[in-house]
């Protein structure tokens, strides 16, 4: 036999092994036993006044219509700029830093009529409001400018 062994008989290896048992028992049962004494109850449960909370305004509406704003001027830079015969029916991709807006422009048609150039165009807007679609014409206007003549969600 080996040394440890031979310095327990086989009657100490049983009452070691049930007070290991019984240790691990009384270890789980304790917590359990704290609980049913009354240590958490929901009946007992009550709503802590002492918390106090508060709350802002709601802002209003005007900062996501200028947003909207500013990315429809975005777009239009996109479509006045756009080299229409090098994009060959390519879409056009949109960036906003100001707003994080992004969208795409696409189905961008120019057109001719009585000396006013327009460019008829269909654009995706992404935003921290969700996704729309428009459809938007932009004209020359005087000096070499262009103006926004129509801009709608679809």
């Not at 049983?14 to 270890?27: G, R």
């Not at 704003?69 to 994009?87: H, R, Y």
């Not at 949109?94 to 001719?112: C, M, P, Y």
Request: net charge negative; charged share 20%; hydrophobic share 45%.
């Amino acid at each position: 036999m080996s040394r440890i062994a031979q310095a327990f008989d086989s009657r100490q290896w049983s009452a070691i092994a049930s007070a290991s048992v019984k240790a691990a028992v009384v270890a789980l049962a304790l917590p359990l036993a704290a609980c049913g004494a009354g240590g958490f109850s929901l009946e007992k449960a009550e709503v802590d006044r002492s918390i106090v909370t508060s709350s802002t305004n709601a802002s209003p509406a005007v900062p996501a219509a200028n947003d909207k704003d500013s990315d429809q001027t975005t777009i239009g830079n996109a479509v006045s700029s756009a080299d229409i015969k090098e994009l060959g029916g390519q879409a056009v991709p949109w960036a906003n830093s100001g707003t994080g807006s992004r969208g795409t422009i696409t189905e961008l048609v120019e057109l001719k009529d009585a000396g006013l150039t327009c460019r008829s165009f269909t654009a995706t807007r992404e935003s921290f409001d969700g996704v729309a679609l428009y459809k938007g014409e932009l004209c020359m206007a005087g000096a070499g400018g262009w103006h926004m003549q129509a801009f709608t969600a679809l």
